[in-house]
């Protein structure tokens, strides 16, 4: 029998200061936001009420009904099998992001549309543009290798008035390219994103799903069931995080003044270590990682440019 599963709140207070999903869920409020959530919402042996994150059901519902309370986008959904987003954490990437900037800019975030943020595999959920332009009114590109994927973007933003203009999605022609390709001559972007998939192979990507199944369920011979989703561009890359990056950190010295900022999000610690190491030997001028609490979670994101601190200050001091 599955258990359903609460949010936990002494995990969720160690994000993001201004990350909107700090404590428990408020499930009423919710399904008041968003009644399409209450078959889902059930008592829990804690004496509260939750979920199952075992349910991709349940969890598409979940982010439905936050996106509508919190960011009042009226219709968002994806096509069965793409990537449902936890979408607290997906908020403090861009929360920490922010900082970054801030930190260049006299200690005030940025905002507006002038701010331009290239979002490297936007998916089909395009989550960070949604959630980066309601937050801070940027303006963002969306790219990725799959068109289906990018359709389903691009009807997102056509269903929201709220994300008018905002957001352009844009395909990647060559699979094997990641910023080439995007950017345009001349064009030029304030920073660019990156939540690179995590695994070297589709069965290392199934053996991650079938103990997550069994965290979730608390059955460890639960069938594998990918609650949140994912194609195989989502979710592996020939060769792993380490490879995507070096590709990724690569690209970005043929396009050193395309990004005042590149960031990518960072799995594994030896993908670190090694993305260090290829930054260094691309010769980049900054380099920060930046550490991230998401509950018993550790994630961080690797932060680099071309540029010296002061052509940094000057160009975001026109924003």
């Not at 790219?143 to 008018?164: I, R």
């Not at 069938?223 to 990056?245: I, M, T």
């Amino acid at each position: 029998m599955k258990k359903n599963t609460p949010s936990p709140p002494a995990d969720k207070d160690q994000l993001h200061p201004r990350n909107r999903h700090r404590g428990r869920y408020d499930f009423a409020q919710l399904v008041q936001a968003s009644p399409a959530l209450a078959p889902f919402v059930r008592p829990n042996e804690f004496g509260t009420t939750g979920i199952d994150f075992a349910d991709p059901a349940a969890v598409k519902a979940l982010n439905q009904a936050l996106l509508k309370q919190f960011y009042g986008v009226e219709s968002w959904d994806i096509p069965a099998g793409y990537l449902c987003p936890p979408i607290p954490g997906r908020a403090d990437y861009l929360h920490y992001v922010a900082d970054l900037l801030a930190e260049y800019s006299g200690g005030k975030i940025p905002t507006g549309r002038q701010v331009r943020v290239l979002d490297v595999g936007v998916g089909a959920n395009c989550i960070y543009p949604i959630l980066g332009h309601r937050e801070y009114g940027w303006r963002f590109v969306g790219a990725d290798t799959d068109a289906v994927a990018l359709n389903a973007a691009k009807q997102l933003v056509a269903a929201n008035p709220t994300l008018a203009g905002a957001i352009d999605c844009r395909l990647q022609p060559d699979p094997g390219h990641m910023l080439v390709g995007v950017m345009k001559s001349g064009e030029v972007f304030d920073v660019t994103i990156c939540n690179p998939p995590f695994h070297a192979s589709a069965a290392e990507a199934d053996a991650a799903t079938q103990r997550k199944t069994a965290n979730l369920s608390g059955n460890r011979r639960a069938a594998p069931n990918r609650n949140f989703g994912g194609q195989s561009n989502e979710l592996w890359y020939a060769g792993g995080e380490e490879a995507f990056l070096r590709q990724l950190i690569a690209e970005s010295k043929q396009l050193p003044r395309a990004s005042t900022w590149y960031t990518s999000l960072v799995s594994k610690k030896s993908s670190l270590i090694s993305a260090h190491y290829f930054l260094k030997q691309a010769e980049a001028l900054q380099v920060k990682t930046i550490e991230m609490a998401q509950g018993q979670k550790k994630s961080r994101f690797v932060a680099w440019s071309f540029l010296t601190e002061e052509e940094i200050t000057a160009r975001l001091a026109k924003k």
